[in-house]
């Protein structure tokens, strides 16, 4: 081989992993844009992202009750439409709070508690007073129920219940007047989340919340404290967190996180990014190969295999709107490697293009790519198929003479003339 040869080998790798990259884009711009019209309609259907329920207080000066009971029961679902999924849910909502005992004499006591602001719908909304029922028309104002208690000496309790709906979080706020959260963005998050809390201090003095899922994986939102003292425990069909508090000062939130289905556009765009990776370790282990086999591949070689590789991605890019990731990732596998192998397979044998080029292809392309599946493991995937290939590159190019494999091959000579002919 040549270092012109090597240099055109370069350009190839180059401009191929130009065209991954703009392939990435087009494939985000086009998830993006689909979210961006189809949100709209999805919050209409099954709720906003990220309801807020507030912590009540008492009174003018917005104490804290004496003690706060609240259980949460989610019931998640994944929506598809329009070939972008929505992670929904349905939460019954049932909370205790205890208010002090005052004196006959005094005014009487009120709690006010906020229902979700952004909720588009409250149902089964219920209110009681010491177990007995009151008509909810009588305290609702708006958003807010400003509930009364008599000053007869005793504690009282109230008790707020009520079902809505929503989609990817739901969030406890112990802290009072908080400022509202950032926009969300076409995917429903909120831009920001993890920015410290703001709002007034909360003095949280007996503090208990159960909150059980129709899930198992469970996760908590950022800036969000998880179950406290215990981790959360598996239940009949899903997950049980709770969160005990006493006596604690604290701006803190409590939440639940829902699961999402991957979008398969965002997935098909991280496979284009990765692509130049995966044909960087193929071209390595290629090039290596035929050097020690002095296998006499062409820079054109090179090329066509390259495209061999993209139309994996390209074809990946429009079949995942078509029909499941899954299916169209091993559909797209299998037209690359036939591909690439039917082409190599009538250039050096089918020996060469089976155990040597298919294989490769296996690992660095297939493998690669199908690694974006095992959610928090590719870059360690990645990492460790990075690390065996140069152990064996290393072990077996070691004894190479690298200046005899790019030296230029020496001119021939030119013929003698022929004689002249008598």
């Given at each position: ?159 707020v219940s009520y079902r809505t709906q929503g989609r990817d979080r739901w969030i406890y706020d112990l802290a009072h007047e908080r400022e509202p959260a950032p926009p969300a963005t076409s995917r429903g998050r909120h831009a920001g989340e993890d920015l410290p809390a703001a709002g007034q201090t909360a003095l949280v003095k007996q503090f208990d919340l159960t909150a059980v899922t129709n899930f ?77 086999k002095k296998i006499p591949l062409h820079p054109m070689h090179y090329l066509l295999i390259s495209a061999g590789f993209f139309a994996f991605h390209i074809l990946m890019a429009y079949l995942v709107d ?101």
């Open positions: 081989m040549t270092g012109f040869r090597f240099f055109l080998i370069i350009l190839i790798f180059t401009m191929v992993g130009v065209a991954w990259l703009a392939l990435g884009g087009t494939i985000e711009w086009r998830t993006y844009d689909r979210t961006e019209s189809l949100s709209a309609e999805a919050e209409a259907k099954w709720g906003p992202s990220g309801l807020v329920q507030a912590a009540p207080y008492v009174g003018a000066g917005g104490a804290d009750p004496d003690r706060s009971e609240i259980k949460v029961q989610f019931n998640h679902n994944s929506r598809y439409m329009g070939l972008i999924w929505f992670s929904t849910y349905t939460v019954d909502f049932s909370g205790t709070y205890a208010l002090p005992a005052r004196t006959s004499g005094e005014s009487p006591e009120r709690l006010v508690f906020e229902l979700p602001g952004n909720a588009h719908a409250i149902e089964n909304l219920g209110l009681a007073v010491d177990s007995q029922a009151l008509d909810v028309a009588t305290v609702k104002n708006g958003n807010k129920l400003t509930v009364s208690v008599p000053s007869d000496g005793k504690p009282h309790t109230v008790i198992a994986d469970i996760d908590y939102p950022k800036g969000c404290v998880s179950p406290t003292p215990n981790p959360a425990a598996p239940v009949a069909g899903g997950m049980k967190a709770e969160w005990h508090f006493e006596n604690r000062s604290t701006r803190e939130r409590i939440g639940v996180e829902m699961p999402a289905v991957p979008e398969a556009g965002a997935v098909a765009a991280r496979m284009s990014y990765l692509a130049p990776v995966s044909l960087f370790f193929f071209f390595t282990v290629l090039v290596t190969i035929v050097i020690l078509k029909i499941d990731i899954e299916y169209a990732f091993w559909i797209c596998a299998g037209v690359s490697v036939f591909l690439v192998v039917s082409y190599i397979r009538l250039v050096a044998g089918a020996k060469f293009a089976l155990l040597y080029v298919g294989l490769a292809q296996l690992v660095y392309l297939i493998g690669f790519s199908y690694a974006f599946f095992w959610k928090g493991w590719t870059g360690l995937t990645v990492v460790i198929v990075a690390i065996i290939t140069l152990f064996v590159l290393m072990q077996a190019t070691g004894r190479l003479d690298w200046n005899a494999v790019f030296r230029k091959p020496a001119v021939a000579p030119p013929a003698p003339p022929a004689p002249p002919k008598s």
